[in-house]
């Protein structure tokens, strides 16, 4: 069973940064894509960025290109969001989640894996 626990949320002002972090418990860890989404209140989870390790590509959602980045470190079996800028509409829990496979994916269903949340709040 794979874990993984995010860390690093909190209340940032806007114009702030703030960086999370998802550990994952298990060694196959370099074999899984991983990616990031988020979900406000009274909104459906959406897609914020993913990785694949196969060739370190990373995809973002348009609306945090630019200001979010994601990346990996495979000796401490982390995913990492780095996140610039930040404004009142990007409130929201962040969860980090993992697929089997080669591919990353920007639907959420297609993730078998997801940390228990962590609260980004961006006061105005």
């Known amino acids: 069973q794979v874990q993984l626990v995010e860390l690093g949320g909190g209340l940032v002002q806007a114009g702030g940064s703030l960086r999370l972090s998802c550990a994952v418990s298990?060694?196959?860890?370099?074999?899984?894509?991983m990616g990031w989404f988020r979900q406000a209140p009274g909104k459906e989870r959406e897609f914020v960025a993913a990785?694949?390790?196969?060739?370190?590509?990373?995809y973002y959602a348009d609306s945090v290109k630019g200001r979010f980045t994601i990346s990996g470190d495979h000796a401490k079996n982390t995913v990492y969001l780095q996140m610039s800028r930040l404004k009142p509409e990007h409130t929201a829990v962040y969860y980090c989640?993992?697929?089997?496979?080669?591919?990353?994916?920007?639907?959420?269903?297609?993730?078998?894996?997801w940390g228990q949340g962590t609260q980004v709040t961006v006061s105005s």
């Open positions: 989640a993992a697929r089997p496979g080669n591919n990353p994916s920007t639907t959420y269903t297609a993730y078998d894996y």
């Open positions: 298990q060694r196959t860890f370099g074999n899984y894509p």
């Open positions: 990785i694949s390790w196969s060739g370190g590509t990373t």
